[in-house]
Every structure is written in C-alpha cells, then in structure tokens.
C-alpha cells in the first residue's frame, strides 16, 4: 500500500503571497489531518477532515483554511502568507472514524520558506 | 489540559547501549500513546501504538509501555545502533480532543559509533 504523499515537497514564497499544499492519504483512509512543525512551536495541529468535513480545528488564524475532496485527498491554504508561517507542515492519514481509533501516519511534509 | 513532556530532551550514548526515553503526560484519560521517529527535515515514521488498554507493544528492537495511572510511557531501544539516531516523539490521543494528537517536544537521540 502507497503510503501518504504530499505535494509539492519544497515551496519558497514571499510575504503576502497564498500557498496551496496536497496531501493523499493512504488508499482506504478517510481522515486526514495537518500539523505545523516549528522548532519552537513543535508540533501544532492545524486541523482534521473525516469525509470532506472538518470535524476540529487548531487555534490558529482564519489564513489557515483546508478541505477534503470525495476521494480523501485533502488541500490546506494559506493566504497572506507571513515569515512566522515557515515551517514543515504535515499532513496524517488515519483509517478512524471515531477519535478512539486514532492511528495516525504520516507524510514527507512540505517545506513551506516565507521571504 | 493535556501536556504531554518528553525528558531528556536530548541524549548521547556510545552503539551498543540499550536506552530508554520516556513520555509523560497529565491526564489519564486517552485512547491511546504513539512513539514515532522523526529524521533531520523528515517527515514522521509512527513506531508504535498503544491503545489504553495495553501495558506493552513491541516491535523488534523497540519496546513500548504504557503506564495510565502514572501518566507515563517509555520507549527501550535494545542494543542501539547508529542508524536509531534521529528524534523520538511521543503523542496522546486525549478523549477530549476531538480527532487531534497531543505531542511531546521530542527526544534528540545521537548514537555514536
């Protein structure tokens, strides 16, 4: 089984501008959720889908907005981008449908640089 | 609110060793502990699972346990090796938490050769 891919691996972008980030979960998956990797943050979550509907949101700003797709494939954007924005964001995949099955695997992540 | 604190931050030990890295975390009241693995500018790989209801999990060199009541879980590595070298994080699925997993700031394991 294809483990979780996330495109595109590397972004450089400049303040203001909005990014779009892609994630497949594995095949048969149906949550998917992305987190924020900082090294002074650690680990955030952003926010967590289970057929194209979002179930949690992290405390983060409105900038951050996500969806899932009918076939599980979930997209986070970011818009007005800032240079705090910088970070590895994660995307997980997970088979549950209740938060007690809550396995979780992850992607390569996206590099996302705010010049 | 759930913390979850992972000590040692970081740890050096000569090939060879067994080692532990431990988690803890303040609320006894989760689904399950994760322990995954993280290389320089990776993304995470999830090493193990344990669901609630389990003491222990295992998996070749690795072996997890759970402590609810404590709050605790620790990660043996078994005869470590060079390539275990890499960040061990540790996260809680909380029954409060609305599908979301709460982390540890990690462990930075260096085994030197």
């Known amino acids: 089984k294809a483990g979780v891919t996330q495109t595109p691996r590397y972004l450089i972008k400049t303040r203001g501008q909005q990014v779009t980030l892609s994630c497949s979960p594995i095949s048969g998956h149906r949550s998917v959720s992305w987190y924020q990797q900082t090294p002074g943050q650690g680990l955030q979550f952003l926010f967590e889908y289970f057929s194209e509907t979002q179930r949690n949101k992290g405390n983060f700003p409105g900038r951050f907005s996500g969806r899932q797709f009918s076939n599980s494939r979930s997209e986070m954007n970011v818009s007005t981008l800032e240079l705090g924005d910088s970070a590895l964001y994660l995307c997980?995949?997970?088979?549950?449908?209740?938060?007690?099955?809550?396995?979780?695997?992850f992607g390569p992540g996206t590099r996302l640089t705010v010049l | 609110k759930q913390e979850v604190t992972q000590i040692p931050a970081a740890l050096s030990v000569p090939e060879g060793e067994n080692l532990v890295l431990n988690c803890s975390f303040t609320?006894?009241?989760?689904?399950?502990l994760q322990w995954f693995r993280q290389d320089p500018g990776k993304g995470l790989t999830s090493l193990l699972l344990?669901?609630?209801s389990q003491r222990e999990q295992t998996s070749g060199r690795l072996n997890a346990s759970l402590d609810k009541s404590s709050g605790r879980s620790t990660l043996y590595i078994a005869a470590s090796q060079p390539g275990d070298s890499a960040t061990y994080l540790c996260a809680v699925s909380p029954m409060d938490s609305n599908y979301q997993l709460i982390w540890g700031a990690g462990t930075k394991l260096i085994i030197k050769p």
């Open positions: 997980a995949s997970s088979p549950q449908r209740l938060a007690r099955d809550n396995e979780q695997f």
């Open positions: 344990i669901q609630s």
């Open positions: 609320d006894s009241a989760i689904y399950n």
